[in-house]
Every structure is written in C-alpha cells, then in structure tokens.
C-alpha cells in the first residue's frame, strides 16, 4: 500500500536547448526519447516514481506552453495534477507553489521533487532512498538532497560539501551540507575529488509541506507574500491570481534562494547510476555503443572509418552514411542538421546565439 502523504512534483519547464537540433522550444529535450529506447524522459520519470508514489499525488510542472504535450505523454495522469506556469521563473517560484497546492490537500504531506529529464539506471536503490528520506522528512524539520559520489572532476555538475554532526551519527545515511557550489573549474573539481567529502548534486529534493514553506518564510518572504494572496483549491480557481502575481516574482533557484541559505539541509549519497543527461556527449557516455563505439540512435545508418561518434536522426526511414568522422555529434531532425565535434558539445547555446542573429533562424530553434 502506498502512503498517502507521499506526493511527488516533476519539474519539467526546461526548454534544453543544449540538445538542439531534437529539442526545440516548442518540443524540449524532457518530451523527446532522447537515449532512443522508446520512452521519453518524462514518461521515464514519471514511470519510476509512480512504483512508490500514489497516482494522484504525482504532479508536474511546467510551462502552459507545454500542459497539452505532457497530457498527450501522461495520458494516465489526472489533468488537474499537470499545473502550468505562465511565466518561467526558475526553480524557487514552481517550488512554493506546488507546496501550496500540495498544503490544500495535505497539509501533513511530505514531497520528493525531481527533474523530468534525469536518468536513473538503478531505480530499485533510487526508491529505497526516497523512502529513507521521505521517512526522515516525515520526523524533522529537514531540507533533504539526494548526492551522487562523483567519478570524475565534471565541471557540468554542481557539488555538495557534507560534515559530521550529531544528526549524521544519530542516522549514518544522513549527512550535514556544509556548502554548494555551481559547476567548478577542472582545477577545483580535481580538488572536490581529492578531498572525499564532495557529492554531485543530483536537484533531487525531499521534505515536508511544513519545512518548505516555513523555509520561505524565513528566507525568501517577499516570494511567498505574494502566493499568500492566493487561495489555493484543488479545482483550480487560483489561476488568475498565479497569472497576476508570476510576473512580480524574483527569477531564483531553490539551491540559491533557500538551499544555500538555511543550516537544515542534509544530503543522502546515493550510488544511483545517475546522469543528468545534460549534453550530447553525457548522452554518448550513456549509450550503448558498436565496435567502432559509435552510439548510433536510429536505423538505417552506415558508418565507415568513422568511430567516437553520436549520430541520431529523428527520420527513422532516411538513410545516412557517415565516412571518416571521428569523435563527432551528427543530430538530423526535418529543419535542422548539427554536425560538431563533440568536444565542442558547450559551444552549442553559443552556435544558436548566432543562428538566431545572423540568419534569423527562430524558426529551428
């Protein structure tokens, strides 16, 4: 029997623009397949966390732009639970707003918050740690985080320091955050690893209704003023006062608006075959791949002296031949071609700023 009190928000507003040519503003990285196995990672997510959340206590939310699209791929999801923000205003805002919906229902509810996009190989041990934390929130006044022990100096990855305190004796599997810090340096990621008391941060979140809110509160009072002026209900009647206040509210994530401020955040390590897939090049390393270890995406592709490649067509019945390419992205969709080296996979945003400028390509973007 699953617990009532557990509910689940899924953050899926990203428009990924670093998986361009597949995701688009219009159909961002979260709605597409993008490992080729026949889910989207939005169904992937929400597939895994609906084994140990009730179904009507899973919730996503995302742009309005995008509710149709997330009702068409969680056909099973109640149409009321797929919540639309009219502004993007980064992680803090669909933070405490989904903590007042939540609170209208439940006001002893303990919620895990993730990413839509996130890719989880062993999902057994992702769950068992939720329990673990959920139970924990359940108890304390605790802001929780799930940390992957790093295996390499990423720069892509924000890392969480940990301390021992008193808690983490009292409960082994519970460790004090004593820092956060965004994307290093390769110079300070060398440092983080040699250090061992470094996770990656993996924006996984757990806690109650109570300790969220009360967090706000204390450290973000003027965004929550504002959502105080609105009365939330399950049928939805707030909706006008959410588009009039969306507009007033300070573009924060939750690491910097909350996380990095208050001293009851604790950190899970969790060894969960985790990746953010936040690149074409993770998206490689995630891949199976042939003996030439070219991770090829789709069908009808021939490869010849080429090897290191990542090659995707989103036209499953165009033939592509690819002949003497080394270590490069090749991305064929109906309005766009990418092909770049894959070490130049962080120059992608910088190729659009140029798309958008010089050749007036909003249309592909």
């Not at 428009?15 to 597949?22: C, I, Q």
């Not at 504002?226 to 009647?237: A, H, I, K, R, T």
């Amino acid at each position: 029997m699953k617990n009532k009190e557990y509910f689940c928000v899924i953050m899926a507003g990203g428009v990924g623009s670093r998986f361009w040519p597949l995701s688009t503003q219009k159909f961002p990285k979260q709605y597409q397949d993008i490992l080729g196995v026949g889910k989207t990672m939005i169904q992937q997510t929400f597939q895994r966390i609906s084994r140990l959340i009730p179904l009507e206590n899973i919730f996503v939310i995302t742009n309005t732009e995008y509710v149709d699209i997330t009702r068409e791929q969680l056909p099973e999801l109640p149409k009321e639970n797929i919540v639309g923000e009219p502004v993007m205003k980064n992680t803090a805002a669909c933070n405490i707003y989904m903590a007042y919906k939540i609170a209208a229902i439940n006001l002893n509810a303990q919620i895990v918050v993730c990413p839509a996009d996130h890719l989880i190989l062993k999902e057994d041990r992702f769950l068992e740690k939720l329990e673990q934390a959920l139970g924990y929130a359940e108890k304390g006044d605790y802001l929780i985080t799930l940390g992957i022990k790093p295996t390499r100096p990423d720069t892509g990855y924000g890392y969480i320091q940990f301390i021992d305190d008193e808690q983490g004796r009292d409960n082994p599997s519970l460790l004090k955050v004593k820092t956060f810090t965004e994307k290093p340096n390769l110079e300070i990621a060398k440092n983080f690893l040699k250090a061992g008391d470094f996770l990656w941060n993996a924006g996984i979140f757990i806690w109650s209704v109570e300790s969220i809110i009360s967090a706000f509160a204390k450290y973000l009072p003027n965004m929550k003023n504002l959502f105080d002026e609105c009365q939330y209900v399950p049928n939805g009647s707030h909706k006008l006062c959410i588009e009039d206040i969306y507009p007033k509210l300070e573009s924060i994530s939750i690491d910097n608006g909350i996380l990095e401020k208050t001293d009851n955040v604790y950190v899970i390590p969790a060894d969960l075959g985790w990746s953010d897939l936040g690149t074409w090049n993770s998206v490689y390393e995630n891949s199976d791949k042939d003996e030439n270890k070219n991770a090829i995406l789709s069908k009808n592709i021939l490869s010849y002296n080429a090897n290191g490649n990542i090659i995707r067509s989103k036209n499953t019945d165009k033939a592509i031949i690819i002949d003497g390419l080394k270590d490069y992205i090749i991305v064929d969709t109906e309005n766009a071609l990418l092909i770049c080296p894959r070490k130049n996979d962080q120059k992608l945003k910088d190729y659009l700023v140029e798309l958008r400028t010089k050749k007036k390509g909003d249309r592909y973007l």
